[in-house]
């Protein structure tokens, strides 16, 4: 079956810290992946995606690399900074296209 | 403003006492869904709906009920609430296919006594 694995933290940097939040992944076929961020408090929000292998997502300078090989998408950022303190999810979509398969969060702490 | 929205935010209740979730979204989406959080387990899927009418389990459904009259709109039933599902509730919708972004809504901490 479907599955994600991320580590679960908590991570706690300096600012301007390099973060790599590691996911690897079980699925049948080439699932669309996505990390989710929330935010003390908040819902869940799209940070970044990739749809197929070697695809890159990026945002707000978060990248993560669809990698079929390692069955990975793990997520990197060059420097942290405060605000960025959230949780974070990796999560696969189903191949019926009817169910986000979540990693259970790694909570991030940066401090100045 | 492109949103999901859910009602209440927060609610405390007894067990058995029937209770609503409302969630709604103003994207025309035709898949909705729910997840509950709950620590260390991450989010599981409750129920989800592809249209109008059409509704399916998910990875935990027991002890909920869900409904699709409109596109707009997806409560979630807990018709006789128990301390289990205690629980953060969390609404999200989409267009159909697997590389559509899913928007969720803002969550509604339940606490069942």
């Known amino acids: ?112 | 403003e492109a949103q999901v929205t859910q009602n209440p935010r927060y609610l405390i209740t007894v067990t058995g006492k029937k209770l609503t979730v409302t969630c709604s979204q103003n994207m025309n989406h035709e898949y909705m869904s729910w997840y509950r959080q709950d620590p260390g387990l991450g989010l599981r899927q409750i129920y989800y709906s592809m249209n109008v009418e059409v509704t399916d389990k998910g990875d935990v459904p027991e002890g909920y009920k869900v409904s699709r009259k409109e596109k707009r709109n997806f409560p979630l039933i807990l018709e006789s609430p128990s301390p289990n599902q205690t629980s953060l509730y969390f609404c999200a919708s989409s267009f159909r296919g697997r590389s559509y972004d899913q928007y969720f809504g803002p969550g509604t901490r339940l606490l069942v006594l």
């Not at chain 1, 929000?45 to 997502?57: E, H």
């Not at chain 1, 398969?101 to 909570?107: E, P, S, V, Y």
Request: aromatic share 12%; glycine share 10%.
């Open chain 1, 1 to 112: 079956g479907n599955s994600v694995t991320q580590m679960e933290g908590p991570v706690t940097l300096s600012e301007e810290a390099f973060l790599t939040i590691n996911c690897t992944y079980t699925a049948t076929g080439y699932p669309s992946l996505f990390w989710y961020v929330q935010y003390p408090g908040e819902g869940l929000q799209l940070l970044l995606k990739a749809t197929k292998a070697d695809d890159k997502g990026s945002n707000k300078g978060f990248e993560a690399t669809y990698r079929k090989e390692t069955t990975s998408f793990h997520l990197e950022k060059g420097s942290v900074q405060v605000s960025d303190s959230a949780v974070y999810f990796c999560a696969l979509i189903n191949q019926a296209g009817t169910a986000l398969i979540f990693g259970k969060g790694t909570t991030l702490s940066v401090s100045s």
